[in-house]
């Protein structure tokens, strides 16, 4: 069933237009780029400012809280244009063997940034503990697997 639903993406007006489109595909490709850019760098100086690596004065519940709406542009971006991209061509997605580790590792990267994250810095960054340090290291790891893995699914 899920097979079927994601495969059908191929059979829209859109995946048939970017599928026939280089420049099209290319543009929307871009933009899942800048999505990621948001999205990374945005957890990237909170991950940074937890661990007092930047902005060693600021409160990093306010830097999280300020950068939250970029966090959620960019997630955005990302989803609508990677849906975009593997509309282009599903199969290829499906049969990709890293499709899945990349959409795992998406997946632990957006609930360590968007579920817990939030409770984590409103508890324990003020103190500075031990906690909010691993979980922001663990979260620089998380976003740079989804990355790396990302652009490995692109070259296969």
Known sequence: MFENLFLS???TGVGLFLAGSTASFAAVESLHLLGLALLGGAALVTDLTVLRVVFRRADPARIAAALFPLLLIGLSIMVVS????VS?????YWLNPLFGPKLLALLFA???QFLLYPVILKWNV????????????ASILIWITVAVIGRWVGLI
């Open 9 to 11: 993406l191929g059979d």
């Open 110 to 112: 957006v609930v360590a």
């Open 126 to 137: 003020q103190k500075s503990t031990n906690l909010s340090k691993v979980i922001a290291a």
């Open 88 to 92: 282009a061509g599903p199969l290829k």
């Open 82 to 85: 990677g849906v975009l991209l």
